[in-house]
């Protein structure tokens, strides 16, 4: 899975110090490559932090495209991993605007910024699955697509803006529409960090009442482990065609209370599960799915089994927090 | 096509006094609406000004949601024609940026402006051909985007905004797209007027050098009538189904030579083509034209034929320029 030059890459993470970004890191380390770089928005480093050297960790805002391209001539990459993003933060003008105007703008950098200074080099735009316009059953990447939430609609942006200067400038870029995920150090806000954080809660908690309040339990989600999904990524980056876009996923889904009842078992608590409405979502979407046959012809699918996956993030919240 | 209750409608057209906004405008008119609005950019009005009374004019800035609101609050629309957009302007970082944030936040405007003030109304949201990856054979609408410029981006977030909306918040909205379309008024820089331009200027001319310079000539349009575009438009706001897409187009290309043997057959003189090769693009999709099988099955199709529409675009050129 590594590059045949693999010691000659100079490597840009945007977004690097994030959940996915840090296990992208701990992979590519793993690996033998040294000369990476990566950028953090603020300056809380987190777990990039431990295992970079700080002169390869770059605060910065790349929605100013003069520092991005400033931090671009000063790398010069030949790999970029373009994981930035702006996640939804809530519902009002303003807010829909920050995520919608920081996405476009990130991906405008860092675009315009490799254009300019790197245009040999090859970018992997991460997008997600929440791209498509949902079905029940497996999402192909030809599928049409159809955002329900404006960061959907920001990411399906950021994919076109790639797909534009792909064709029109000729970089190389390698496209993802990556499904869930979950693992160590997930924010929580996502599912399974949130079900894990609570169920470590209560197994340390000395009350007697052992009890989680949930949404809708019902709805199917195809999960996988970051560290499956940061192997993808650098597959991707090696071999993927260029202007290809590839659903990156398990394949297979999994309920909500099907993950939630695993971590249960794993703390080994009775723990008594009660439906709150109040947290069911305006639309929530039955199936997500993703058909990953096109990525299963380079070589990848995910090799952690969920149980697997669930106990070691069963075990982080357990010991983090 | 006029709808059964047209005498309770209240019309907004964003962007109404722009080239296909005022052929709306005439065409709702023609059908007996009264009580039509238009947004205008700037204080130029053109052809609008002079059919609609200046109370029905409103100069505003739609990436100003707080304004917009306003004017819906004032207006109270129970039809919005959403046809504002900035067009492409340059490629410089600054001008991408601003016609993908410009057009992302006129539609976020509009929408939640809607949202809040008109939940019940109608929204058409123009969506344009140049959001589909380029093929060579008839683009359907479950075809897969990619568009190749920034401004065909910042259509298809447009567009996945509005489907967010509906999705998320039931907004009634229609969408089209697109295909090139050309007729009186319409702004030198797209083909039919360029040329139309050009010839008139050579036939008023007393030089007896008689020449047009031109780019790629083989390039196949899907041209349309501007006037049939505006029937298409009300037929969709008063016929479409809620969430679907439609393309608009005559479902027949042309080539762009065969448009301007047939503009210089107009004219009457012998005109000799150049060809210039600095004026091709440096990517230049080869064919575009519509798969129309779904807004037929509603029962539009374009009426003018293309010979008898270039007479009146290339009359319109010989008096007014």
Same mark, same amino acid.
């Not at 030949?78 to 009002?92: D, E, M, N």
């Not at 703008?105 to 245009?119: D, K, T």
């Not at 799915?289 to 380079?298: Q, R, S």
């Given at each position: 899975m590594t590059h045949p030059n693999s010691n000659i890459e100079t490597i840009l993470i945007t977004g690097g110090t994030g959940f996915a970004g840090s296990h992208l890191v701990d992979a590519l380390l793993a690996s033998g490559q040294k000369n990476i770089h990566v950028t953090s928005?603020?300056?809380? $480093?987190?777990h990039v932090g431990e295992i970079l050297?700080?002169?390869?960790?770059h605060p910065l805002n790349l929605t100013d495209f003069e520092k991005t391209k400033e931090l671009f001539e000063k790398?010069?990459? $030949?790999?970029?991993?373009?994981?930035a993003a702006l996640a939804s933060v809530g519902s009002s003008f303003d807010q829909l605007d920050t995520v919608l105007s920081a996405n476009t703008q990130i991906q405008l950098s860092v675009l315009s910024a490799a254009q300019e200074v790197c245009p040999q080099s090859r970018i992997l735009s991460i997008g997600t699955a929440l791209e498509y316009k949902p079905k029940e059953t497996a999402l192909k990447e030809t599928d049409v697509l159809g955002p329900v939430n404006p960061y959907g609609v920001s990411k399906v942006t950021q994919e076109m803006l790639a797909h534009s200067f792909h064709r029109q400038h000729n970089l190389d870029v390698v496209f993802t529409r990556s499904f869930n995920h979950f693992g160590e150090r997930q924010a929580p806000g996502f599912v399974v960090a949130d079900f894990s954080l609570q169920v470590a809660k209560l197994t340390r908690s000395d009350s007697a009442s052992k009890e989680i309040s949930v949404g809708n339990l019902a709805a199917k989600r195809d999960f996988t482990y970051v560290k499956d999904i940061a192997q993808a990524y650098i597959l991707l980056m090696d071999k993927g065609k260029t202007g290809e876009i590839y659903n990156v996923g398990s394949g297979i889904t999994h309920s909500v209370e099907e993950v939630l009842q695993k971590l249960i078992s794993l703390s080994g608590l009775n723990i008594r599960v009660t439906i709150d409405e109040?947290?069911?979502?305006?639309?929530?979407?039955p199936v997500v799915l993703a058909d990953i046959e096109k990525i299963k012809k380079l070589g990848?699918?995910?090799?952690?089994n969920i149980d697997e996956a669930l106990k070691l993030t069963f075990n982080y919240y357990m010991n983090n927090y």
């Amino acid at each position: 899975m590594t590059h045949p030059n693999s010691n000659i890459e100079t490597i840009l993470i945007t977004g690097g110090t994030g959940f996915a970004g840090s296990h992208l890191v701990d992979a590519l380390l793993a690996s033998g490559q040294k000369n990476i770089h990566v950028t953090s928005y603020g300056t809380e $480093t987190g777990h990039v932090g431990e295992i970079l050297p700080s002169t390869q960790i770059h605060p910065l805002n790349l929605t100013d495209f003069e520092k991005t391209k400033e931090l671009f001539e000063k790398v010069q990459p $030949t790999q970029i991993y373009q994981l930035a993003a702006l996640a939804s933060v809530g519902s009002s003008f303003d807010q829909l605007d920050t995520v919608l105007s920081a996405n476009t703008q990130i991906q405008l950098s860092v675009l315009s910024a490799a254009q300019e200074v790197c245009p040999q080099s090859r970018i992997l735009s991460i997008g997600t699955a929440l791209e498509y316009k949902p079905k029940e059953t497996a999402l192909k990447e030809t599928d049409v697509l159809g955002p329900v939430n404006p960061y959907g609609v920001s990411k399906v942006t950021q994919e076109m803006l790639a797909h534009s200067f792909h064709r029109q400038h000729n970089l190389d870029v390698v496209f993802t529409r990556s499904f869930n995920h979950f693992g160590e150090r997930q924010a929580p806000g996502f599912v399974v960090a949130d079900f894990s954080l609570q169920v470590a809660k209560l197994t340390r908690s000395d009350s007697a009442s052992k009890e989680i309040s949930v949404g809708n339990l019902a709805a199917k989600r195809d999960f996988t482990y970051v560290k499956d999904i940061a192997q993808a990524y650098i597959l991707l980056m090696d071999k993927g065609k260029t202007g290809e876009i590839y659903n990156v996923g398990s394949g297979i889904t999994h309920s909500v209370e099907e993950v939630l009842q695993k971590l249960i078992s794993l703390s080994g608590l009775n723990i008594r599960v009660t439906i709150d409405e109040k947290k069911f979502r305006p639309i929530d979407v039955p199936v997500v799915l993703a058909d990953i046959e096109k990525i299963k012809k380079l070589g990848w699918k995910a090799s952690t089994n969920i149980d697997e996956a669930l106990k070691l993030t069963f075990n982080y919240y357990m010991n983090n927090y």
